[in-house]
């Protein structure tokens, strides 16, 4: 699972955990550990949006012509940490 939590987010969520129980292995890549990540065999932490470069594509379904935003990081990540857009 990567950066979310359907276990809260999508409806039927004690199905999902149900199923995530049943599961051999779930690995969960995020930056904290939530409802679902509670389920999972092995949590890989990631960066933040402040530790990673990133092109700002949330405004992208408002826009009236073409255009894009580079955003640099902010700050080093911390210690065994890793872009998300490295899975």
């Known amino acids: 699972i990567l950066a979310g939590n359907p276990v809260r987010s999508v409806p039927g969520g ?3 955990r149900e199923a995530f129980d049943s ?5 969960t ?9 509670r389920h999972t065999d092995v949590f890989l932490p ?3 949006w ?8 949330a405004a992208l379904p408002f826009q009236t012509g ?3 935003r580079w955003r640099d990081r ?3 990540p911390g210690a065994n940490l890793a872009p998300i857009s490295r899975f």
């Open 14 to 16: 004690e199905r999902l």
């Open 66 to 68: 073409p255009s894009s």
């Open 50 to 57: 402040l530790e990673r470069w990133d092109l700002a594509t």
């Open 46 to 48: 990631a960066t933040s």
């Open 74 to 76: 902010s700050c080093r």
């Open 23 to 27: 599961l051999d292995h779930l690995v």
């Open 29 to 37: 890549v995020d930056l904290f550990r939530n409802h679902t990540g």
